[in-house]
């Protein structure tokens, strides 16, 4: 079955860096986009940003500039997400979803969700 | 950035009654080729979310049909004809039109 599986849980240092993967199984891995979202202790969702695999073109909220990076190998169809210069209010669960975009733009939403990796930041 | 207002943000229900959640953008999530890019998910507790609706008023696969959304420009609307014990979660909704995309604030269902 189509799934994305997560790496485990992490705590950082502030200051540190995080690096998240995303594993894709039971679909072609270049066909979708995969996009990043965070959600801190009793918040709601942020989005963070997508990339596309197939071609690793990427895009990331204006808030994560210059801090976030997105990667992809598509030798093991994972997908990777890296935050740097952790702060405390980095501290979430991260998830990445997969987005398939038909003819047109038409955009049939984040279908599949991985599990979510717990980061932590604290000294 | 699109701001997305819900409401209502807490949203009690007696199993087997209907319930309906709004969305407001503050921009047209209108698209030029005559798509609205809006969708809604539904987070239940402890667990990742899940899609529900995607543009607006398409049902992803394995939703049940008594979930449907409508709506278009800047007013959505997400609908459940007839609420069960499983349907207790937050509510997002998403605009994907533009980036950032941006989710509303989330509605609590719960069951009265």
């Known amino acids: 079955q189509v799934q994305l599986v997560q790496s485990g849980a992490e705590v950082k240092k502030p200051g540190a860096s995080v690096k998240v993967s995303c594993k894709a199984s039971?679909?072609?891995?270049?066909?979708?986009?995969i996009h990043w979202v965070r959600q801190a202790p009793g918040q709601g969702l942020e989005w963070m940003g997508w990339?596309?695999?197939?071609?690793?073109?990427?895009n990331y909220a204006q808030m994560f500039q210059g801090r976030l990076t997105m990667a992809r190998d598509t030798s093991i169809s994972t997908a990777y997400m890296e935050l740097a210069s952790l702060r405390s209010d980095d501290t979430a669960v991260y998830y990445c979803?997969?987005?398939?975009?038909?003819?047109?733009?038409?955009?049939?939403?984040?279908?599949?969700w991985g599990q979510g990796t717990t980061v932590t930041v604290s000294s | 950035d699109i701001v997305m207002t819900q409401s209502p943000l807490s949203l009690p229900v007696t199993p087997g009654e209907p319930a309906s959640i709004s969305c407001r953008s503050s921009?047209?999530?209108?698209?030029?080729?005559?798509?609205?890019?809006l969708d809604w998910y539904l987070q239940k507790p402890g667990k990742s979310p899940q899609l529900l609706i995607y543009?607006?008023?398409g049902r992803a696969s394995g939703v049940p049909d008594r979930f449907s959304g409508s709506g278009s420009g800047t007013d959505f609307t997400l609908k459940i004809s007839r609420v069960e014990a499983e349907d207790v979660g937050i509510y997002y909704c998403m605009q994907a039109l533009q980036a950032p995309n941006t989710f509303g604030q989330g509605t609590k269902l719960e069951i009265k």
């Open positions: 543009m607006a008023s």
């Open positions: 039971g679909y072609t891995f270049t066909d979708c986009y």
């Open positions: 921009q047209s999530l209108l698209h030029s080729y005559g798509y609205n890019y």
């Open positions: 990339i596309n695999p197939n071609t690793g073109g990427t």
């Open positions: 979803a997969k987005v398939l975009l038909g003819p047109s733009y038409y955009n049939y939403g984040m279908d599949v």
